[in-house]
């Protein structure tokens, strides 16, 4: 069967089944939005938060699962701001409130047909129309307009996008770029058929004009085509190439990519999560190190190379996929590892960990108390000092915070080698 039609919705007609890796894709958004609720609400004295959520491939809103109905794009996030609502509330004396507003399109008019129908029916009905906006047509043609709306609207304030494409050329790097110079708080949650890019390019090198944009030049045919069938060596580094193009061309600083099997089509899909903040793309993380198994990083965890890095071809590592070994391992490697990032990244000596996080936030899947766990080791080792923010060093035994300074010990023990 064809991925398009898992994806027809049609008033009248029976819904779409679900796939295994649509669910998993769902549960994602889900549990994303319920840390990302908490954490962008913890200030207690908030009482106000003004949100814009955008679906741009939104479909008809619902799916067969066996007997059950499964909500999609939609609804999942219709509910996790009730849930949101609710849940925040449940602790606090003075009620937040969240100002939500959504923005639902999809190119297919019989798909958003679909949708207004199932929300027509929901607990949702009313805001139809209000604060949910419903709009056929293409996204990077429906954009311009939504950023001008939320701007008007939110001076300040966040915006989630989710970008659900099916394949690769629906969401150009220009629509990211929008998004991310013109809007104050944005995140985003795209995918991207990474697989079906490459399997159309290991035949056929012309048409790449749409393509340049994630990187796609002669010189990559011709590489993957040479490397093609290599599958882990060849399919992990032109992967890799057309994260770190889609990382550098779309304007967000942090840029997490992992990777969904899914068994109809048979291969490989990048969901990435794109931000502005260090902190967002610690949050993601720890969704997928929750959802361990179902998601797989190329390569090793610790600290890696988007792009082109020459230790996979020394190791041809298997896939990481965030379980408890997994752990072990990366901690482990980071403890060779972060030394020498650290040293070659200070200043007079000093690096903040903020700056730290910074750096190496595209670079690796540990989230950032394991970072802190093993520069808190280091220090214990003495091979680093960890100074307050406000002055004065911390005892090895203490814990590393985000706010800490990193300092190039006196005495050093293993630097005197880098
Ligand atoms: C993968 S499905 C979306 C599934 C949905 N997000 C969910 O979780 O239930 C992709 C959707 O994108 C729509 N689509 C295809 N090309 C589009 C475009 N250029 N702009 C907006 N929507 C498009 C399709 O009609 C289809 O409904």
Redesign the pocket.
Known sequence: MS?ENN?K?KVGEPLPGIEAH?ER??EVIEQYLDVYFDTVTANRRMETLRITIV???????L?QRGHETRY???F?LLNAVERAKTRINAERHKPLEIVAHFYF????AL?MAALRHELSKSEFSEQVGDTIVLQT????VLLPRIIADIKKRQRQGRSFF?L???GYV?VPVTCLQQIFSNLDKPEAIL?FSIDALLNYLRTDGSGLEGLRQFGISEEFVSTWQTLKDDEKFGRATAQRTVMENLRKNSGAHFFTPFMMYSKTDKRWMLLAHLSKHQAARDKMLSVHWDKQNHFRHIGRGSLFELGFDHRLIESKESLFSFRDEDEVTLLGELENELPKRVMDNMTDDILTVEQLLSQIGNLTAAQNDMIFKVLQKLSSDGEIEVGKKDGGKKKASTRVEVSDILIRPSQRTLFTKF
């Not at 679906?55 to 809103?61: L, Q």
């Not at 399109?105 to 297919?108: K, L, V």
């Open positions: 991925k994806f919705w649509t894709k769902l679906d741009g491939f939104c479909g008809g809103g799916y999609g794009s939609p999942a399109s999809d190119a297919n798909h047509g293409e996204f990077e989710v659900d494409q099916w629906d995918t």
